[in-house]
């Protein structure tokens, strides 16, 4: 049985285990556990930052903007700056579902780790790329399972696992990507300040959109932020902007039973009908039906 089979036949016992149909929270904070019998909706969500989405059964892909990444069993995303976007998940077949993990990376081990390598992870020069794809079948998948194995003893998740988050982190800086890693997660000052605009704009994503303010944060002409802006997380300023906007919108209308138009509103839309064309552009269909139809699939 190879490394793989191995962490989906872990992942199956531990699901078959539980209530529900996850995902499935874990005793390891930042340590989540995914599994669908069959292919999963399209699903909308913030992908928070510093995170690694592994499939180790089925396939996936994600889309950020106009930029489509596909991750298949024995692959995983890697997400360094927080940036909506959307997923599908593919099961194998019948009694083949999809099985995945998310991992969220610690960056105080993330920089310990980089501090103590004996030179930082060469640069290709090329732009900065806050989302990719990474093998995982190799160590990575065998810290995933020392990381499962560990469920079965929970006391011993707080002695143990910051050892295999180390040795994540380790392989991560020493892949491929390894030095999109350092400069996005760690960052020098220059990255830092663009991730400081990026927050700005995630915070306050409800105002006007001003490029001129937000390049001024990352100490950079318009252009340049843009362009830096777009290499990081695969879509422009306002394509992030409007993700955010329609994504707390639905929030609001599925949790806080708010009408459509107030939404349009809370969020910054100033034109109901621009909101409702633009939803129905990301979600499929205007955001009444919507709505209706979660609402169904819950009850």
């Known amino acids: 049985m190879d490394m793989m089979d191995e962490l989906a036949d872990a992942i199956i016992r531990y699901t078959d285990a539980q209530d529900g149909n996850g995902p499935f929270a874990t005793a390891i904070e930042g340590f989540g556990i995914l599994r669908s019998d069959q292919d999963r909706q399209l699903s909308h969500l913030m992908f928070r930052h510093s995170l690694l989405c592994m499939v180790v059964r089925g396939a996936k892909h994600s889309t950020f903007g106009a930029e489509r990444y596909d991750y298949p069993a024995g692959r995983s995303l890697v997400v360094s700056v927080d940036t909506p976007g959307s997923s599908v998940a593919t099961a194998e077949g019948p009694g083949r579902p999809f099985l995945g993990l998310v991992i969220g990376l610690d960056p105080a081990i993330l920089r310990d780790v980089l501090e103590q390598l004996p030179a930082p992870p060469a640069s290709d020069g090329n732009a900065l790329h806050g989302i990719f794809v ?17 469920l079965d003893t929970p006391e011993a998740i707080p002695m143990l696992y910051p ?41 306050r994503f409800t105002e006007p959109l001003r490029i001129a303010t937000l390049a001024s944060v990352a100490q950079l002409s318009p252009s340049a932020f843009h362009r830096q802006f777009k290499a990081l997380t695969s879509m422009t300023p306002l394509q992030y902007q409007k993700q955010l906007r329609l994504l707390e919108a639905r929030r609001l209308m599925l949790s806080e039973s708010m009408n459509a138009e107030t939404a349009a509103f809370q969020v910054g839309y100033e034109s109901a009908s621009q909101f409702s064309r633009e939803y129905a552009r990301v979600f499929g269909v205007p955001p009444r039906r919507d709505v209706a139809a979660q609402q169904q699939m819950v009850g």
Do not use: K, S, W, Y
């Open 134 to 150: 990474e093998a995982c079948d190799g160590a990575l998948a065998d810290c995933a399972l020392r990381a499962m194995r560990l």
């Open 163 to 203: 050892g295999i988050m180390r040795e994540i982190c380790f392989r991560l800086l020493r892949g491929p990507h390894g030095a999109e890693v350092a400069r996005v997660t760690l960052a020098n000052p220059h990255t830092q300040r663009m991730v400081r605009a990026i927050h700005v704009l995630r915070d």
